[in-house]
């Protein structure tokens, strides 16, 4: 999954919780989705922030954050010093949290992003922070028992991840690379645009969607055939349109990608459409207002995850059925009034649904509908 949008935010402890029982149950019908039930959570440091979930398989859930990360206040507000905290990632194995070794990466960083290529084949990225708090990017590939520090490519101090069972690829600031054997194979140079999100289907169809440059705040997409990279027509609704959060690509006659417009308790989220010649805006269903990750099950089914604006203390989900994104009304988050979902998850196969994100009292949740 990709995940350099807006990043989870909240405040407090993660207290420790009893085991849930081993196992995952089969989950809801498919008419019958968003029946979301809380996952206890380990005990974390104050200060922790989830910030992505993947699944390989029932026994192989991921969850990614930081925890310990201390503010230290300065003489005038906005002058403190922010102390990283410590790394998180843990997995949902045998019905409890298992926790592994990342070598390297003991302390001062977080992960940001986790992607299950298989149950035993898990990759993460994260920053990683030095003495002087500068931070480079760190990248780890679970092996069995630990996680192993993976060299990036030369000069990379930007890395996005994708990995899935079709490659693992890496897009730097200015190239993308295909993991092959132990090194990496270099791709094509990336066009100079404001990257936000990007999707790689193969090596000769890759897409990478933004802004036209830090002051053009104009959406642009731009398409990679293998032999060279095309603009994209974009077309976005009227407003103030700011920006992607996420994208798929499921053929080249077919991709879907979501956005933020001008942040405001009623504002219509960024959907929008590739039809094999243009990107065209597409209104969603009623009730969020906003977007945060697309992911496609084992059978096909898109899923969408966002914040509800009309059911706020319960996940913002969407299906693509039918030919339509159709609004799933989901559980809420017991004794809590708001929940911004960040990332989602479908567990194969079982079908079970996975997301994450921020409550308004408390530290980060975790919820599962199977």
């Known amino acids: 999954?990709?995940?350099?949008?807006?990043?989870?935010?909240?405040?407090?402890?993660?207290?420790?919780a009893a085991v849930l029982a081993a196992g995952l149950a089969a989950p809801a019908a498919a008419d019958a989705r968003g029946g979301f039930e809380p996952v206890p959570l380990p005990f974390f440091w104050p200060n922790n922030y989830l910030y992505d979930v993947a699944a390989a398989g029932p026994d192989s859930v991921w969850i990614a954050g930081t925890q310990g990360?201390?503010?230290?206040?300065?003489?005038?507000?906005?002058?403190?010093?922010?102390?990283?905290?410590?790394?998180?990632?843990?997995?949902?194995?045998?019905?409890?949290?298992?926790?592994?070794?990342?070598?390297?990466?003991?302390?001062?960083?977080?992960?940001?992003?986790?992607?299950?290529?298989?149950?035993?084949?898990?990759?993460?990225?994260?920053?990683?922070?030095?003495?002087?708090?500068r931070a480079t990017p760190y990248l780890g590939r679970f092996n069995g028992s630990r996680f192993v520090q993976v060299e990036t490519p030369p000069g990379a101090d930007r890395i996005d991840l994708q990995a899935r069972a079709a490659g693992v690829w890496l897009a730097t600031a200015t190239d993308l690379h295909r993991r092959t054997g132990d090194g990496w194979a270099h791709v094509t140079a990336l066009p100079d645009i404001e990257r936000e999100t990007f999707h790689v289907r193969a090596d000769d169809d890759v897409w990478v969607l933004g802004t036209a440059a830090q002051d053009d705040p104009a959406l642009v997409a731009r398409h990679w055939d293998g032999r060279s990279w095309r603009d994209a027509p974009v077309n976005p609704p009227p407003g103030d349109v700011l920006g992607f959060t996420d994208m798929i690509a499921l053929s080249p006659t077919e991709a879907w990608a979501i956005g933020y417009t001008d942040p405001g308790p009623s504002n219509v989220?960024?959907?929008?459409?590739?039809?094999?010649?243009?990107?065209?805006?597409?209104?969603?269903?009623?009730?969020?207002?906003?977007?945060?990750e697309i992911v496609r099950g084992g059978d096909g089914t898109l899923w969408i995850i966002g914040h509800a604006i009309d059911e706020p203390a319960g996940p913002g989900l969407l299906r693509y059925s039918g030919g339509a994104w159709e609004r799933v009304p989901t559980t809420a988050v017991p004794n809590r009034s708001n929940f911004n979902a960040a990332a989602l998850a479908v567990v194969p196969g079982t079908g079970a649904l996975w997301t994450l994100g921020s409550v308004n009292i408390g530290g980060p949740v975790v919820l599962r509908d199977g």
């Open 1 to 16: 999954m990709n995940h350099w949008s807006t990043l989870l935010r909240a405040a407090g402890a993660a207290a420790a």
């Open 69 to 133: 990360e201390l503010v230290v206040p300065g003489p005038i507000p906005g002058t403190g010093k922010t102390i990283p905290g410590n790394p998180v990632v843990r997995r949902w194995k045998g019905g409890r949290w298992v926790e592994y070794d990342l070598q390297n990466l003991h302390n001062r960083g977080a992960i940001r992003d986790v992607d299950a290529a298989a149950p035993e084949d898990v990759w993460i990225t994260g920053p990683k922070y030095g003495s002087d708090d």
């Open 269 to 292: 989220p960024l959907l929008m459409r590739w039809d094999g010649t243009a990107w065209t805006s597409v209104a969603p269903p009623a009730g969020l207002n906003s977007l945060s």
